[in-house]
């Protein structure tokens, strides 16, 4: 088993309505391995997270995880399925009514029986992980943004799942926390022995602790590699994004008529 | 150019009914999905007892002040028309009858939508603008059966409780002004009161109205925010919508219920 590929995508697309989003992705996420979705803000990683989560379906193509067809699956069995996921959201999603440590253990109550002393300590435990062992009294209302994130890191990891996926677990975070965060998904994955999938723009932080890297733009993947081959790389998409030059083939500007045309026109409607 | 307009005008009453009738569909389904995620709200009750408390509690003041001046006004009017036939010693019967049959049940409808169904509108649907919505499916918790059903069943059980309770505060406010102030025989307020109220014909009514405005509210207040547009202007359209298809809702299902409760049809 351990060669296996928990996760492979094939010749996925997905729309938006009439907006193509993904135009066939191919992607294979290796047992135990901490992989990275890089790629410029709007290409579509939080989409590709959403798909695997099976939140979305497919438009055509496969997303496959550990063998099942996610899109293929009924309420029950994708509920299954889920229990073994855990999935850290873009912007937190922190449960807004509950306190740090019943979002933290809310997982643990809805799924298991544990008596509340094993889960006091499962949960003081996750929020050591990430720091905030002081804030378990705390609503969300009183967190900053960088510590929302941490806290929704602790309500991911709660129930020690098989296939991580994060959304920009590094947003927002200062340096010191940035290198601890790091460092606990590495460590999370393979004590564990699980799966990651890490989506970020911070190339510097991840190629330290990814095991292989996935490029997209536009939709599709551009560029794939192991952090070493992604350094050395001469591409000169994965050369711009790495030293993050605004001159090259990336255009930073979401798909638009040309700003001067946009321009006169303005011009023409305007006093 | 008139048939056009015509045209025009038929083509967009079509559009609205086609839209509230897939609207309608897609809330009883909703509602379907309610009744088969309840499980949980009973297991698990002190889910719902919390819900209660946000619900309930929160509206208890507004329905106690209302309660009180509805009865008071109640009093003062009831006087004014019966002393002219004579009749003030029926003003018991008259503020206990209005209150119990209608007033009570309608107005503390009215007013826990506005004070209790529109903040479940609006909580619900930041949630869902906020992604807590997404992340509870995530997890593999159905959101239906964990958020939607607790707050059902905490507003089909204060419904009633409320409309009691503003019942009771307006026979109060009416024995204020009848007997405190103006003066009507306090024997006859009570007694006629007591002889006029007919626990199966106007309680038990009384609460069957409620029970139904209870249903009624908290669905349309929990489909609302479920089905909202994810964004701050969508919360807000459908914190409106909730209000006002409440007040349609209850008033029109008054009708209804009288229709068939009091005339014996
Ligand atoms: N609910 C939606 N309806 C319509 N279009 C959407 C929706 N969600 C996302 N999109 C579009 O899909 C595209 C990809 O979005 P996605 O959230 O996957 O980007 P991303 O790669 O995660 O970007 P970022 O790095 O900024 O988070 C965007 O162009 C966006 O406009
Ligand atoms: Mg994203």
Known sequence: MPAENLVEISDLN????????LKGINMNIPRGKLVAIMGLSGCGKTTTLRLIGGSIRPTTGSVKVAGKEVGGLDTEDLYTMRRKMGMLFQFGALFTDLSVYENVAFQMREHTDLPETVIRDLVMMKLHAVGLLGAHGLMPSELSGGMARRVALARAIALDPMLMMYDEPFAGLDPISLAVIGNLIRRLNDALGATSILVTHDIQESLKIVDYVYFMADGVVVAEGTADEIKASRLPFVHQFVWGESDGPVSFHYPSAPYREDLLLELAHGA | MAHRKVGFGLRGIGHAVVNG??????ASRFFLMILIGSGASFRRIHLTIREIYFTGVMSLII???SGLFVGMVLGLQGYETLQKYGSE??????????LVRELGPVL????FASRAGSAITA?????KATEQIAAM?????????????PRFWAGVTSMPLLAA???????FGGYLVGVVFIGVDVGSFWSQMEAAVDFRQDIVNGVIKSVVFGIAVTAIALFEGYDAPPTAEGVSHATTRTVVTSALVVLGLDFILTVFMFRGV
């Open chain 1, 14 to 21: 997905f729309s938006y309505g009439k907006h193509p989003i």
């Open chain 2, 21 to 26: 009738v897939g609207r309608l569909g897609y």
């Open chain 2, 63 to 65: 329905i106690l002040v």
């Open chain 2, 89 to 98: 010693s029926a003003l018991g019967s008259l503020v206990a009858l209005s």
């Open chain 2, 108 to 111: 503390a409808a009215l007013l």
């Open chain 2, 123 to 127: 909580e619900i649907g930041l949630m």
């Open chain 2, 137 to 149: 499916e995530m997890m593999a918790v159905d959101p239906i059966s964990r958020v939607v059903a």
């Open chain 2, 165 to 171: 309770m503003f019942s009771a505060v307006g026979v």
